[in-house]
């Protein structure tokens, strides 16, 4: 007997040194970390880290880099491992020509007729009116280092802030917005748009563009633009729904984050309100902060509202509706035909869907390689596409230390019940 219990012991040890790094062995069940749809590796990025992408109709893959010190703020893949700047190196400005200074105080350049630095990106049909477009969100506000590589960025002054129409029939800009002052803040920061391209959604007869303002600094908002007359204006700034969740600690890659840059105290993520989808009926706008894990609401008929109407902000601010919690903070959002509300996960390495038949979050992916995802792009095709660019990992979160490890990627997965791109809008 007592031979059979060192026996037993000695098993009991060597299950016991089974490590997760090597858990072959291990008769405990395992998280293998995925979930979903089979994901494939469809690009890699070796030059510059992504921000945004858009893919079009013919499977063209749009990105875009905020800047620094990079080459070109927008490009287009030529194969898999390599992308050029779009439309023309001239339209990209180069990096000695991003900001001024006037009285000591940074600005980012006034340039409306060249890219500064490009956020978002966003690709809409073509229609009997207008081309195949892809619209890109231009912030005018470079990241700048010091003599001491501590980082900031400019203020926007007018003119550099933009959103820009570019026709896929010819890669030639068509179209230009800018924004006064009193509607784009010299610390607004727009992060990403939506459109509703309807004709009789505004009074311009062209559409309107929902544009996401992040503010860093503290006033995010809504930003709405008529694309027919040009005008612009703003709703629920700095209402509890924009505003980033206070001393917010998320996880990414297993590791508690905190905000960590040079020249400044330990802090949290900053930013406000960032993700947002318009569902295939022009209705509802969803979105929510960064740092929160509440989705919200609003009609749309509240942000399309003027401020002719004293009562516009304050409509606006009571029809906010919480849809909970949905499990976690969230970056970007997209959307599909079937109006699900995809909702990019950076703590869970995962995308999640909002499904608003049944008022729940569902997981749409999981897996280990989904190392915060940034942004998304539902295709013709009937994929989800994500870039996948190790954010939390660069120098200007984490005291100047660059932990990211190339290459960067675009992922993508299939869409459930045969979900597409939102064509309603156009």
Same mark, same amino acid.
């Given at each position: 007997?007592?031979?059979?219990?060192?026996?037993?012991?000695l098993?009991a040890?060597?299950?016991a040194q089974?490590?997760?790094?090597?858990?072959?062995?291990?008769?405990?069940r395992?998280?293998?970390?995925?979930?979903?749809? @089979?994901?494939?590796?469809?690009h890699?990025?070796?030059?510059?880290?992504?921000?945004?992408?858009?893919v079009?109709s013919?499977?063209?893959?749009?990105v875009?880099?905020t800047?620094?010190?990079?080459t070109?703020?927008l490009?287009?893949a030529v194969?898999q491992?390599? @992308?050029?700047?779009?439309?023309?190196?001239?339209?990209?400005l180069?990096?000695?020509?991003?900001?001024?200074?006037?009285?000591?105080?940074?600005?980012?350049s006034?340039n409306?007729?060249?890219?500064?630095?490009v956020?978002?990106?966003?690709?809409?049909?073509?229609?009997?009116?207008?081309?195949?477009?892809?619209?890109v969100?231009?912030?005018?506000r470079?990241?700048?280092?010091?003599?001491?590589?501590d980082?900031?960025m400019?203020?926007?002054q007018?003119?550099?802030?933009?959103l820009?129409g570019v026709?896929?029939?010819?890669?030639?800009?068509y179209?230009?917005?800018?924004f006064?002052?009193?509607?784009?803040?010299?610390d607004?920061?727009? #992060?990403?748009?939506?459109f509703d391209l309807?004709? #009789?959604?505004?009074?311009g007869?062209?559409?309107?563009?929902?544009?996401?303002?992040?503010?860093n600094?503290?006033?995010?908002g809504?930003?709405?633009?008529?694309?027919?007359?040009?005008e612009?204006?703003?709703?629920?700034?700095?209402d509890?729904s924009?505003?980033r969740?206070?001393?917010d600690?998320?996880?990414?890659f297993g590791q508690?984050f905190?905000?960590?840059?040079?020249?400044?105290?330990?802090?949290?993520?900053q930013?406000?309100?960032d993700?947002?989808?318009?569902?295939?009926?022009?209705?509802?706008?969803?979105?929510s902060?960064?740092?929160?894990?509440?989705l919200?609401?609003?009609?749309?008929?509240?942000l399309? @509202?003027r401020?002719?109407?004293?009562?516009?902000?304050?409509?606006?601010k009571?029809?906010?509706?919480?849809?909970?919690?949905?499990?976690?903070?969230?970056n970007?959002?997209?959307g599909?035909?079937?109006g699900?509300?995809?909702?990019?996960?950076?703590e869970?390495?995962?995308i999640?869907?909002f499904?608003p038949?049944i008022?729940?979050?569902?997981?749409?992916?999981?897996?280990?390689?989904i190392?915060?995802?940034?942004s998304?792009s539902?295709?013709?095709?009937g994929?989800?596409?994500?870039?996948?660019?190790?954010?939390?990992?660069?120098?200007?979160?984490?005291f100047?230390?660059?932990s990211?490890?190339?290459?960067?990627a675009v992922?993508?997965?299939?869409l459930p #019940?045969?979900?597409t791109?939102?064509s309603?809008?156009?």
């Amino acid at each position: 007997m007592k031979f059979l219990y060192v026996l037993s012991l000695l098993a009991a040890t060597a299950f016991a040194q089974v490590s997760y790094q090597n858990h072959t062995g291990t008769i405990l069940r395992v998280d293998n970390g995925t979930f979903g749809p @089979e994901i494939e590796e469809y690009h890699y990025y070796y030059d510059q880290w992504p921000i945004g992408l858009s893919v079009s109709s013919k499977g063209r893959l749009f990105v875009c880099y905020t800047r620094g010190d990079y080459t070109f703020t927008l490009g287009e893949a030529v194969n898999q491992t390599a @992308e050029v700047p779009y439309p023309s190196a001239g339209l990209n400005l180069p990096p000695d020509m991003l900001n001024t200074t006037w009285n000591g105080i940074p600005f980012g350049s006034a340039n409306s007729t060249a890219f500064i630095s490009v956020q978002a990106l966003y690709i809409t049909p073509a229609t009997s009116s207008r081309p195949e477009t892809l619209w890109v969100l231009d912030t005018g506000r470079p990241t700048v280092h010091n003599a001491a590589g501590d980082p900031s960025m400019p203020y926007a002054q007018p003119g550099g802030p933009k959103l820009v129409g570019v026709s896929l029939d010819n890669d030639t800009i068509y179209t230009t917005y800018t924004f006064p002052v009193d509607v784009h803040y010299p610390d607004s920061y727009m #992060n990403d748009v939506r459109f509703d391209l309807r004709s #009789n959604v505004t009074n311009g007869g062209a559409g309107v563009a929902y544009i996401v303002d992040s503010s860093n600094e503290g006033r995010p908002g809504f930003i709405m633009l008529d694309l027919g007359t040009g005008e612009s204006w703003r709703r629920l700034t700095q209402d509890r729904s924009v505003l980033r969740v206070p001393n917010d600690v998320p996880s990414y890659f297993g590791q508690p984050f905190y905000f960590r840059q040079l020249g400044q105290p330990i802090q949290w993520q900053q930013e406000g309100l960032d993700g947002i989808q318009i569902t295939p009926d022009g209705k509802t706008v969803y979105y929510s902060p960064l740092t929160s894990k509440t989705l919200y609401s609003i009609p749309t008929a509240n942000l399309l @509202e003027r401020d002719s109407n004293p009562l516009a902000e304050i409509w606006a601010k009571a029809n906010v509706s919480s849809k909970g919690q949905r499990g976690g903070d969230a970056n970007g959002f997209e959307g599909d035909s079937n109006g699900l509300i995809y909702q990019l996960m950076p703590e869970q390495n995962a995308i999640y869907y909002f499904d608003p038949a049944i008022g729940q979050t569902r997981t749409f992916v999981r897996d280990p390689r989904i190392l915060w995802p940034d942004s998304a792009s539902i295709a013709a095709d009937g994929y989800f596409y994500m870039n996948i660019n190790q954010l939390p990992d660069q120098a200007d979160w984490n005291f100047g230390v660059d932990s990211r490890v190339y290459p960067g990627a675009v992922l993508r997965a299939k869409l459930p #019940n045969n979900g597409t791109k939102i064509s309603t809008l156009g």
